[in-house]
């Protein structure tokens, strides 16, 4: 009852998300190195603290030239470029948002990003790719060895949530918050892992990436596991685990230990939520695929028993003439 309710008071203090109002100053940057600071010091976060970072505008717009490129060429559907304008801006909120610039002061924050950027922004992209890329891609010497590796159930499982649980161990993730180009790597690698693992989900070709409809339940499933082992162990952690946390500037009025604790359950509930979604998707085209195959062997049996009459031997009274 100690460690429930151990994890309820942070959910309850981080009802301060809807307390982000305009203040006299926004956040401040995070300092880095090994310069400690104070915990009474406090920050406000506002909905404007917007970060325009030059290098992560530059990359987005990249992407964006570079997927027009490939749409108008292969013919993206409607509703693949649709998908792709989904995760860009699923990718603009969660890189150059308040969400962003809060990362740097609370571990939660910075959970609801990571879910961002491995499970929401992966998706829609890899739904985006048109399947005459793909096969472009596959015919590719080069880059067709790769693929075929890579895209494959056990690699991109193994892929996803080994980046996943090697960005959270504490050293790795301190270095994270005290190098950019570290932070940047990771959700590089976060994107890049999401959409090899979300790929193999949602492609149309399951022999392409020889998994059926079944083998692709089975791997969100797994995946949402890790997932949920990795905040549940967060959420009921003893101590506070990433050191950059207990240094930075109070927000919300969360301690470290709180605020990682409120992150573990982010981690633990929204991912939830998230794997939810697929998970109902697959299962739904697994029973209507078994209702229709079961329908279609009906319909065989049907015609088999009701098919043209075997001829009478004419050799023998037939039943209708025989007569005692």
């Known amino acids: 009852m100690r460690d429930i309710s151990r994890v309820l008071r942070p959910v309850l203090a ?6 982000i109002v305009p203040a006299a100053s926004g956040a401040q940057p995070l300092v880095t190195g090994t310069s400690a600071l104070s915990p009474a010091v ?3 976060l506002r909905w404007t603290d917007w970060d325009w970072d030059p290098t992560i505008i530059a ?10 490129s490939v749409a108008h060429r292969f013919r993206a559907r409607p509703r693949q470029v649709l998908a792709f304008w989904c995760g860009m801006a699923v990718l603009i909120v969660a890189l150059l948002s308040p969400l962003h610039v809060g990362s740097a002061y609370l571990f939660t924050i910075h959970m609801v990003q990571h879910m961002l950027l491995l499970l929401v922004a992966p998706a829609l992209l890899a739904m985006a790719i048109p399947p005459a890329f793909l096969g472009r891609l596959y015919r590719q010497p080069a880059v067709a060895p790769v693929l075929h590796f890579l895209w494959s159930p056990v690699a991109s499982l193994i892929l996803f949530n080994g980046v996943l649980l090697i960005w959270h161990l504490p050293a790795m993730y301190d270095l994270t918050l005290r190098y950019g180009w ?4 990771e959700h590089v690698s976060f994107v890049c892992a999401g959409m090899v693992f979300w790929g193999v989900i949602v492609s149309p070709a399951p022999k392409l990436v020889r998994a059926s409809y079944g083998v ?5 499933m797994a995946a949402d596991i890790v997932n949920f082992l ?10 506070a685990l990433y050191l950059p946390y207990v240094r930075a500037p109070r927000l919300w009025g969360l301690t470290p230990l709180d605020d990682l604790h409120l992150g573990g359950a982010v981690m633990w509930t929204m991912g939830q939520m998230m794997y939810a979604v697929p998970m109902l998707i ?8 078994e209702g229709a195959g079961g ?11 009701h098919g043209p009459e075997a001829p009478v031997n004419s050799s023998g009274p037939s039943v209708s003439s025989a007569r005692p």
């Open 14 to 19: 981080g009802a301060g998300l809807l307390s």
């Open 42 to 44: 406090s920050v406000v």
């Open 282 to 289: 697959l299962l739904n085209v697994l029973l209507r695929r």
């Open 59 to 68: 990359g987005l717009g990249l992407t964006i030239a570079g997927y027009l």
């Open 216 to 220: 692709r339940l089975a791997l969100v």
């Open 230 to 239: 990795l905040g549940f162990g967060l959420a009921f952690a003893g101590r």
């Open 182 to 185: 570290v932070h940047a790597l």
């Open 295 to 305: 329908a279609q062997a009906g319909a065989v049996i049907d015609a088999a028993g």
